[in-house]
């Protein structure tokens, strides 16, 4: 098991794994995740209603990056005009399951694709740095990193563990800013 986990860690690391070895690497995960099997389903099944509202509505929605975790949505990307910023954010509202929009999108700028790539190592960076760090529990954290900010979803099983994962996001070079979406759990009664 732990050989199978070593050997897929690289395409998780880069994104590459469920595009790659599709349900099964989601479902394992999922498996392990605070969220859950019908968690993941459910965030995933909101993903695909996002992005059937935004394709049916939007001239054009190719620059925009959703990220979702318990049915919180991080808008990020470039996009065209600031009608199609405003546009994907109010249709994205009104999909019913989301709890929330977190609109980072910016209008078409500067950016280019070597920030996008930066943003990608940084992204990258950052759950190599969890899944080698073994007070973490790593499945349970979603990130996206934009314009060299960190954004980081995730459950954490204590208060240390969540500082560990920012003050984790916070080392990586170049980085301007960590946003934290990270819940605690609650400690369990005896």
């Known amino acids: ?57 939007l ?30 954010v109010r249709l994205s509202k009104n999909v019913s399951g989301v709890k929330e929009v977190i609109d980072q999108l910016r209008v078409r700028g500067e950016d280019g694709f070597s920030e996008y790539a930066r943003d990608g190592w940084m992204t990258t960076k950052l759950k190599a740095a969890l899944y080698s760090d073994e007070d973490i529990i790593a499945p349970n954290y979603v990130i996206t990193t934009f314009d060299k900010v960190i954004y980081v979803f995730g459950t954490a099983q204590t208060k240390e563990e969540m500082k560990l994962v920012i003050d984790h996001a916070r080392n990586i070079k170049g980085v301007k800013k960590v946003v934290s979406f990270v819940e605690v759990l609650k400690p369990q009664k005896k």
Not at 64 to 87: C, F, S
């Open 59 to 88: 001239e054009d929605f190719s620059g925009i990056e959703i990220t979702i975790y318990k049915g919180r949505v991080l808008l990020t990307g470039v996009v065209a005009t600031e009608k199609i910023k405003k546009d994907a």
């Open 1 to 57: 098991m732990a050989k199978k986990f070593i050997l897929c860690l690289p395409l998780v690391l880069s994104g590459c794994g469920a595009a790659i070895v599709g349900g099964v690497s989601s479902v394992g995960f999922s498996a392990v995740e605070e969220r859950g099997i019908s968690g993941v389903a459910s965030d995933n099944a909101l993903r695909l209603a996002l992005n059937f509202e935004l394709s049916n509505e």
